[in-house]
């Protein structure tokens, strides 16, 4: 039916071009036109941006101008606009067929355009399918060139570009008479727009006052939306839902202005459309307490089991903001290895320092004997003098700090490319998604395949989805293809396909869906409510495209290993000093796992345990106790209380763990350390002194 559509609109085209006599020039920003629809000249304003074009069809002038085409008629009035996904670069008819080249961000994409003259005024449409990038430049053009007309000439702007729903808001906010501004109110609803200038719209409605006309723009915007392929399945970043419209920070506002009734609108917005929305957590919380705050518990109750019911599927089940947490984990057990693994070497160095500078003596003296004999200095490194149980702990505790390090690493990759455009913006496809998708490394198996198919499938290439879903036999993969099947009209096929799908994962949404069983879920609601007869797709959750971008852990370890000075490279998502820490704790890891190999250099008991070493031992619990493993469970439990603690001198933040309300039971904890520490220190002198006084008889013998 396409190829025919797109057929008739060619011998249309060919038959309307066929009719000279027109004439139309663009000299600068100045517009011409003799000929059909009468003799006309426009000044177009900077606002609309880099003009391209004209191009006569019929009695129409088509203009490209920012990223739109415009379809002017008689005395250059808009009679039809195509909102695209770039700055319009060219406009061409040949071939039969009117295509408009965009370009945004270095990705160009041609678009055939349907010219419609039985339309009143003569209307404009696009064939493909248009994904809308998450670009203020182009979701937000409508308003930001409304916004640049002088008040002066905005009844004329108005006049002549009727279809600019922000022009005619301002001019009914101009408006003495409230029947006259009701009337254009009602005007700015009667359009065709994107969905992000419907949610712009809705905001300034409300704020206008005109909240049953923001009502209705929300419910066009969540139209559009879907008839992009716009799914609430699929995360949001917050940067993308800025420039959609910002609808949660519209929700902010109206709780700081107290209007609590209008904010339940757009969460219900949010809710639908855009349910996994960075930030989304703390949001939904921050309206459940000012429900509860008016007495509505049960409103409160039912959007905090909303905001639960969207953890399934997210890393460890946790919620949007499970990385956020998973994160801080990380960061809280490597601070406190990296505390007890200081602890460790410190009480070990300083045990050692008077033996060291002994034994080093005739080698030339604690430093230049590395210059002189240094393959004898090196039996005499600290740990040298330590017990193989004590060399077993601190390497132990450094291999820790690396994984726990490397889990920082892993937390900060993952978040990056899970908030980049491809992953985040609402949808999947298009030609701006494609050649983003490019930037990401995924990493080869169901998980990426699963992901390039989506967008093929969701740009109607069904032919490259099946051959992208290969033979998978995932069962998302099959409820996918399901759907092609359904699409081409072999419904036994996809009912086979889908049973096989809710088989091998029985709490599959989409594939229960697609079977008519009617599952409870926002994402069902969605289908059924706005793409009703559609099959419904089955998408990647967190986990999934966490494994695609990232892989795991160790995924993550062996590439720093493979690619060193990568980890100073901050533009991924990572740091420079984590990367700096990942290297140290590397280096310093395999020089404790060769120290296991060397021989142990003879201690004394008269000088195993020197005053700094027993200051040290009761300073730092556990520090002096490695010879026996509670001495590393000691160490290591003060080090993971003191760094809990830490937050309260405010050198660091662990902003996603709930230790605000813990600080008595933790400062609890650290006396205990102490206590055990005091204890087990004193029964260790004890048996020094009695291992002392048997050397001592011993060389008196």
């Given amino acids: 039916m396409k190829r025919v559509r797109a057929l008739l609109a060619g011998l249309t085209l060919t038959a309307l071009l066929g009719t000279a006599g027109a004439t139309t020039t663009l000299e600068g920003r100045v517009l011409r036109h003799e000929g059909a629809g009468g003799t006309w000249q426009r000044t177009l304003p900077d606002a609309l941006g880099p003009l391209s074009g004209p191009l006569e069809v019929g009695n129409l002038v088509l203009l490209g101008a920012g990223p739109a085409v415009y379809a002017l008629g008689a005395g250059g009035v808009v009679t039809g606009r195509a909102d695209l996904p770039g700055i319009v670069s060219s406009l061409d008819a040949g071939g039969d067929v009117v295509t408009a080249s965009t370009l945004l961000g270095g990705v160009t994409e041609r678009f055939t355009l349907n010219v419609n003259l039985n339309a009143q005024g003569g209307g404009l449409s696009v064939q493909e399918r248009v994904a809308l990038p998450p670009d203020p430049v182009v979701t937000g053009w409508l308003a930001s060139v409304a916004d640049q007309v002088p008040p002066a000439t905005l009844a004329d702007a108005a006049r002549l570009d009727p279809l600019n729903p922000f022009l005619t808001l301002r001019l009914a906010q101009a408006q003495a008479d409230p029947y006259e501004a009701l009337s254009l109110v009602r005007r700015t609803l009667g359009g065709t727009l994107p969905f992000p200038a419907w949610v712009q719209l809705a905001a300034r409605l409300d704020g206008a006052g005109f909240p049953s006309a923001a009502d209705l723009a929300l419910t066009q915007a969540q139209a559009d939306a879907s008839a992009r392929g716009v799914d609430p399945e699929i995360a949001v970043s917050r940067a993308a839902l800025g420039a959609f419209g910002n609808p949660s920070g519209y929700v902010g506002a109206l709780l700081a202005q107290g209007r609590v009734d209008r904010a339940g609108v757009w969460m219900t917005y949010l809710r639908q459309l855009h349910p996994r929305f960075e930030g989304g957590g703390a949001l939904y919380e921050r309206y459940a307490r000012t429900l509860d705050a008016q007495g509505r518990e049960g409103e409160a109750a039912e959007w ?138 995924l990493r080869p198996g169901p998980d990426a395949a699963l992901l390039t198919a989506l967008g093929a499938q969701l740009d109607g290439e069904d032919t490259r989805a099946r051959d992208l879903y290969g033979a998978l036999g995932d069962a998302c993969v099959r409820n996918n293809l399901g759907v092609i099947a359904r699409t081409r009209g072999d419904e036994p096929q996809a009912r086979d396909l889908f049973r096989s799908a809710l088989a091998a994962q029985p709490d599959l949404m989409a594939a229960a869906f697609n079977l008519g069983l009617k599952p409870a879920s926002p994402e069902a609601a969605f289908q059924q409510r706005l793409r009703p007869g559609q099959p419904r797709l089955c998408y990647p959750d967190q986990r999934r495209l966490t494994r695609a971008v990232t892989g795991d852990l160790s995924v993550t370890l062996r590439a720093g290993l493979r690619a060193p000075l990568a980890l100073l490279d901050p533009s991924a998502g990572g740091s420079a000093r984590l990367g700096l820490a990942l290297l140290g704790v590397s280096g310093l890891g395999a020089l404790l796992l060769l120290s296991l190999l060397l021989p142990r250099t003879p201690l004394p008991a008269a000088r195993s345990r020197p005053a700094g070493f027993r200051v040290l031992g009761l300073l730092l619990p556990g520090a002096a106790l490695l010879d026996s493993p509670w001495g590393g469970v000691l160490l290591g439990a003060w080090g993971a209380v003191v760094a809990a603690l830490l ?29 055990l520490n005091t204890l087990a220190f004193v029964l260790a002198e004890i048996r020094h002194a009695r291992s002392a006084g048997r050397e001592r008889r011993a060389e008196g013998n």
């Fill in 647 to 675: 937050p309260l001198s405010g050198l660091v933040v662990f902003a996603n763990l709930p230790l605000v309300g813990a600080q008595a039971a933790l400062l609890g904890a650290l006396g205990g350390t102490y206590a």
């Fill in 304 to 441: 905090r089991q909303f905001a639960r019911s969207l953890q399934p599927g997210t890393l460890y089940n946790l919620g949007l903001e499970g990385l956020g947490a998973v994160r801080d984990a990380a960061r809280l057990a490597s601070l406190a290895l990296g505390l007890s693994l200081l602890a460790a070497l410190l009480t070990l160095a300083v045990r050692a320092f008077p033996a060291q500078a002994d034994d080093t003596r005739d080698l030339g003296g604690r430093y230049r004997s590395w210059l002189r004999r240094p393959l004898a200095r090196a039996r005499r490194v600290f740990v040298a003098y330590a017990s193989p149980s004590e060399r077993l702990t601190v390497t132990l505790l450094a291999l820790a700090l690396l994984g726990t390090l490397g889990g920082v690493q892993w937390a900060n990759l993952s978040g990056a490319a899970l908030r980049s455009p491809v992953l985040s913006s609402g949808t999947y496809g298009g030609g701006w998604w494609n050649a983003q998708l490019e930037t990401l490394t």
